[in-house]
């Protein structure tokens, strides 16, 4: 009762607050806040930003139906390519079908979603169209539009059609493949001019247009020769527009410069004389250079000598600060490598630069943007072997919108990689784990190489920690089917026999794993043909086996041995097997010790006899099995006359 009294006396005070605050506030205007449009989704997102990130978690792209979630690594590439087939079967079903469909497909109108119009005559089209198609990107529907139009349009819309000619060239890779396609597809700069005979006809009716018509014409066409690697044509082009004082942009500018590799002697002086000329060229002209001048020019410097470069870059770095111009990514990876060049001397600089970059937002403005965490990673990897060095590079990578800059999966493989790397070499295995199981599997799913690294650097850890960590680390090669490689399997297999096995742990399910996967492993390479295995490895299978008392798998790896020993290489040694024989003597298992004693009768390996006397004495082995012993050991090692 006292709790409910209190509730209505707090109830009735607050009306009480409100009546006052209403009756004093009755003459002041009311005003309604405005209306924020909220979007579909953004529910979601706000939703979405109260659940804490968990770093194991996978790709959304996968929750359409749970056992459709990737186990391998393979499978993520198989399932996004898959993906992207069914969307273009259903584009080119939608294109080559378009009478099968309705007209309108989505509310409100989407273009992309509306059926191909076919053109067949000229009051179809217009110029408007023809604009509208460029827009698009639409290099068929542009030229056709255009013939039909019988290339009644203006200079502007000319213009317009020879810029998108020149920069697909009959290349129309960046419309063909879908995100989740491009994600697994390396980036080709291989680059070849076709001549287009639509192009060559539009540049040479622009040119004999006015002045501003020719200059606009020359800059595309200079554009085009240097992105297409006409080095010769670029060249050619740029000294006629000096001699004839065409003007020139800055992009034009920067295509030159970035030719200079490919045009100019190894001469180092005679490049870095051109570089100024240009640049000289352009003060005088007027032209503002940007960030993509600086970096094409930055990439010459990898052809000259380490003291000249460093001179060069010094100038450089300061004359574009000075212009305010703001660095890309690619300008910092190019600063950071060259100066890496130094070698040790250079770390403090290498350090200082980073730190500046870590203060910088960043947005693709230039191809170098994409390679620069790995390039970078890669040098403090292999250069520095700096732990500082990478935690800063990889703290500059998680902040904000950079992780988008590795665009596809090769690129995301080449930074974990080495990040993955320095980190093992420069921390503990705690240290290193924590920083592994933040990165695996939710950024990075690592290969067999990474493993094998991996498993190598614990040999040099005490039995106690490998213990702890090798079954985790098996435990995701289990996941992403990475145990598929029998090489990595041999590896843990040996770790395990090498260094768990002497210190004698107790019983695990890593060892009856590891030792299955190699043996299944095994069988399967051998039923395609393949024998070029070692009884060594097979003996470490058996002994891992036998010690957790799996007999009857251990039987099998024996048996094999024995009964196929001419497919093996007789690599055992006498004191593995004799520690094989040992365990099966102590354990009682005779039928496995007879294969073990078998086995050395066919290699020719000397068994140690007290251990075989030990087995003919115990008084469970039936006569069956001593008969068995005797043949294969002799009665006179046995010394059997007392019996």
Known sequence: ????????????????VKRLQSSSSSDSCIKIPRRIERGPTDILYALGKTVPKDPLSLSVQYYDDPFLVPTKKADYRIYALAHASGKKTATWIFKKHADLFPNNLSDPKIQAFMPPVKYTDKSQVSEEMLLDAISQCNVLKSLEIYNLLEENVSNETKQALLELLCYYNKTTYENEHFLQEQWFMKINYTKIWSH??????????????????TALACNTMLCAYGKWNQINEVWSLYNKCLKEDIPL??????YVVASITQRVTKEARSRKALLYSIFTTMTARGVYPNVITLNNALKLLYSMPVFLAKSILNHLVIEFKRLNIK???????????LISRE???????????????????????HLSD?????????????????????????????TGDNYRFLINSFYVNGYFSKYITLMLSTSTMSEFYERYRNIVPIMYIPDYSIMEIIMTTLKSYPPEVVIEYLPKFWSDMKTFNITADINLSFSVLNLIYTVILPSNP???????????????????????????????????IALLLLYNDRVVEASEVLTMITKNFVLFLPSMKEQQLNTLLETCVSKGYVTQALLVLEYSKLAGIEHDVQLAKTLYNDPELNNVNRDKLIELVGREVLDTSDK
């Open 343 to 365: 070698g040790d001397s250079s770390y403090k600089t290498f350090m200082d630069t980073l730190q500046t970059m870590s203060k910088e937002k960043f947005t693709l403005e």
């Open 370 to 398: 994409m390679n620069c965490f790995g390039k970078v990673m890669d040098i403090i990897s292999d250069r520095y072997t700096d732990r500082a060095a990478g935690d800063l590079l990889h703290s500059i990578f998680l």
């Open 249 to 254: 942009n800055v992009t034009s500018f920067n």
């Open 327 to 337: 660095f890309s990514l690619g300008t910092y990876c190019h600063i950071l490598d």
């Open 506 to 540: 107790p019983k695990t399910e890593l060892f009856v794993d590891a030792a299955l996967s190699c043996f299944y492993s095994i069988k399967t390479e051998m039923d395609k043909g393949k024998n070029s295995f070692n009884t060594r490895v097979m003996g470490e």
């Open 1 to 16: 009762m006292n709790n409910l009294k209190q509730i209505l006396y707090s109830r009735n005070s607050w009306s009480q």
């Open 196 to 213: 287009i005979a639509e192009v060559e006809k539009l540049y040479q009716f622009l040119i004999t247009q006015n002045s501003a018509t």
